[in-house]
């Protein structure tokens, strides 16, 4: 017993020490007056710091309004987007074809990247005369805008990148799922004259949606945390177009220094994903199956 | 045999020992930005050095941008025990003095008897609400105009005259304007991407300031803006941003005309110049452009100070450190790498302008004696929540989201719910 607890000892210390205790003290200070005084200056707040971020509240002049609405779109676009590109990547590269490895490594690579290298990249490949509007202006679609620097235009940058980098780390999932779909399903789906569609809608799709369970969990809590591909390609602008939550309690709480503004803001954020988490878990038997 | 080698052994390690027995250097660290582009910064170690034998000096070097987003703060936060700290964002150390991370330096000031009405009250930024002070400014920069000599004897147009208004700096960007893009363009101006080279110039005046809650005055600036944006006579807001172009590598590709642009510039430029780096070779600088009715030399700035961490264990040097760095001596040193020093003094001008590369015509030494150098933020605690505000909608304006006219209606409809405003 001893030995299996110290086995388990350092994972656990840490994520007490670095996340939980955090946490924790995140849910303290929303409740406490704390603008960067010394700790002798803090004063509890009760629920005014809520009262303060919830003030005049509206989806298109309030800051939680905006951050929430952008917040929601990119999740809205991005999760369903990353998840039929994964899928797709997954069964172009599930064939032992010639160079499927190698597809696979290239398609991984985003994954892998530096963000902020990658970030700079697409700015640059979004500028007004750069490659993405060259092509389209190839197509007849003229932009002549840079992307980043567009109001309407700056979400579709983020999820363009969000799906772009986190479709490869999903494809894999995908991948590891359809290992485990047993051959004999198709051999018998074959033989009573299946066509190719109907082996992917009733078969294949089906046996793969526990793999979708766990990725649309796992995307809808990245999508909510955006962060850093926001900071480097639009800085939340233009005016606030791209501000997210994180982005929101980063500004409130490391540049204005209202750590208790800036942690009611990530309670919120926090009471969000929970119960999003826990509709998609009460859906599960609905739609997910287990062999 | 046995004993030889012991006696040998022995010797090594006395004489290995020896380095260590006579480093009594005392190390002061001192954490700022951008070493390598601030020359002053090594000649100022370096004069400390000479003048205070036994004192290392050695610079923790952020990076300008990790500055800004509060890595100094952080550090401080975290118990760092760097000794002095750069103060970049002068509500920063309000900051600092809140969280008690710095020491007052009120009595070191007392016994040292630094005069510290020479800093034209620059001084007065670095105190807390009871007027404690907890920084010294070491260098005050304030915003001029820069100029490309060539250009201007290219097109046969006389150089920008030290008393312009900002309708005739215009007027002056148009017709430096020329070429094709790509090929052979040569823009009028420049503006960097900041709020504070577009639209803080009406502070200016050492009166009005970017949290009377009336933005009124920025539109004659916004409209200014995008008028030579449209003209071609400047590179556009919204390509600067998704580039992320540098202004000093704008106006040093050598086909920009003008650029206002804050005097820490200068030390730049003479380096990159002389490092052969640079496409330009021959600046002049001249007042910034002011509004009618207003004195030419009225320009706005902020100082750049130090502050003492309450950590550091070398408290009485770190304080002859920045006194020296703040004082005159330190001034000269600053001056002679052709940054301006806060500290005022005949001495120092007469350093500033005899730097070696300085422009040498007599508009560019008149520059340096601005008449008015109104802040550019105002010292108060809230101060970031206004300026996340009128950031936020400086974006908007400038990517041409919205027009200016909303912009300026955003900007006090959103500070007018500011609390304490």
């Known amino acids: 017993m001893l030995i299996a607890y110290s086995f388990l000892a350092p994972n656990f210390l840490g994520f007490l020490l670095i996340t939980f205790v955090p946490v924790i003290f995140s849910f303290v200070i929303a409740f406490l007056n704390w603008n960067g005084g010394a700790v002798n200056k803090i004063t509890f707040a009760g629920w005014d710091n809520f009262a303060a971020i919830f003030k005049n509240f509206s989806f298109t002049k309030s800051d939680l309004g905006i951050t929430l609405r952008n917040t929601t779109v990119y999740t809205l676009f991005t999760v369903p987007l990353t998840i039929v590109m994964a899928l797709f990547l997954a069964m172009v590269l599930n064939r032992a074809a010639r160079g499927a490895k190698f597809f696979r490594a290239v398609f991984f690579f985003p994954y892998v990247a530096s963000i902020v290298a990658i970030c700079m990249c697409w700015s640059y490949m979004m500028m007004k005369t750069g490659p993405i509007n060259q092509l389209l202006a190839l197509v007849g679609i003229h932009v002549g805008k840079s992307w980043t620097q567009t109001k309407d235009l700056a979400m579709w940058a983020i999820v363009f990148v969000g799906v772009w980098r986190n479709a490869g780390y999903y494809m ?32 294949t799709l089906p046996m793969l949606t526990p793999t979708t369970f766990f990725v649309s969990i796992m995307m809808v809590i990245t999508c909510f945390k955006i962060y850093d591909v926001v900071a480097i390609m639009t800085d939340g602008g233009p005016g606030r177009a791209t501000k997210m939550l994180v982005t929101y309690i980063y500004d409130l709480s490391f540049f204005q220094i209202k750590y208790g503004l800036g942690s009611a803001v990530a309670m919120v954020l926090l009471i969000i994903v929970l119960l999003v988490t826990m509709v998609q878990f009460r859906a599960e038997k609905k739609w997910v199956n287990y062999m | 045999m046995k004993k030889l080698l012991a006696l040998l052994l022995a010797a090594m390690m006395v004489i290995g020992l020896a380095p260590l027995a006579l480093a009594e250097d005392t190390v002061l660290t001192v954490v700022t930005w951008d070493v390598a582009a601030n020359p002053y910064l090594q000649l100022t170690k370096e004069a400390f050095e000479a003048s205070h034998p036994g004192v290392v000096i050695e610079y923790i070097d952020v990076s300008s941008q990790d500055y800004d987003a509060q890595k ?45 009405s020479r800093y034209l009250g620059m001084d007065k930024c670095y105190v807390d609400a009871e007027g404690r002070a907890f920084g010294l400014p070491y260098r005050s920069d304030f915003w001029v105009l820069y100029y490309n000599k060539d250009l201007f004897d290219a097109a046969g147009v006389a ?58 005055p920025l539109r004659y600036f916004y409209n200014l803006a995008q008028g030579l944006e449209d003209d071609g006579a400047c590179m556009t807001y919204s390509d600067l941003k998704a580039s992320g172009l540098h202004y000093r590598a704008a106006f040093e590709a050598g ?48 100082p750049t100070g130090c502050a003492i961490n309450k950590n550091s264990a070398n408290k009485d040097l770190a304080y002859e450190f920045i006194a020296w760095r703040c004082g005159e001596e330190g001034a000269k040193v600053f001056a002679s790498a052709g940054a301006r020093p806060a500290y005022v003094s005949e001495a120092v001008a007469d350093a500033l302008s005899s730097v070696d590369g300085f422009p040498s015509d007599p508009a560019s030494k008149a520059a340096l004696l601005p008449v008015v150098v109104g802040l550019e933020w105002p010292v108060v605690a809230n101060v970031n929540e206004f300026k996340t505000i009128v950031n936020e909608e400086h974006t908007a304006i400038m990517s041409r989201d919205i ?10 409809e959103r500070v007018a719910e500011v609390p304490g405003k």
Not at chain 2, 74 to 101: H, R, Y
Not at chain 2, 104 to 116: E, N, P
């Open chain 2, 255 to 302: 086909n920009v005309a003008m650029i206002p642009m804050g005097y820490w510039m200068v030390a730049q430029l003479i380096t990159d110049i002389k490092a052969g780096t640079s496409n330009l070779t021959n600046f002049g600088i001249v007042p910034v452009p002011h509004l009618e009715g207003l004195p030419s030399g009225s320009s706005f700035g902020a």
């Open chain 2, 72 to 116: 100094p703060t952080t550090m401080l936060a975290g118990g760092d025990t760097a000794d002095v700290f750069d103060i970049k964002q002068l509500p920063d150390l309000q900051n600092w003095i809140a969280q008690d991370f710095v020491v007052s330096l009120d009595d070191y000031i007392a016994a040292s008897g630094l005069d510290v």
């Open chain 2, 403 to 412: 027009t200016v006219d909303e912009g300026i209606a955003n900007m006090s």
């Open chain 1, 172 to 203: 894999v999932m995908y991948l590891a799922g359809l290992q485990s779909v047993p051959g004999e399903l198709y051999e018998a789906a074959t033989v009573d004259g299946a066509n190719g569609w109907q082996k992917f809608w009733k078969i």
């Open chain 2, 159 to 216: 150089y920008p005259a030290s008393d312009m208004t900002w309708d005739e700096y215009a007027e002056l960007a148009r017709k430096m304007t020329s070429g094709t893009e790509g090929v052979d363009k040569v823009y009028g101006t420049h503006y960097h991407t900041w709020l504070s080279d577009v639209a803080n110039w009406p502070v200016a005046d050492g009166v009005y300031t970017l949290i009377d809650g009336n933005y009124e």
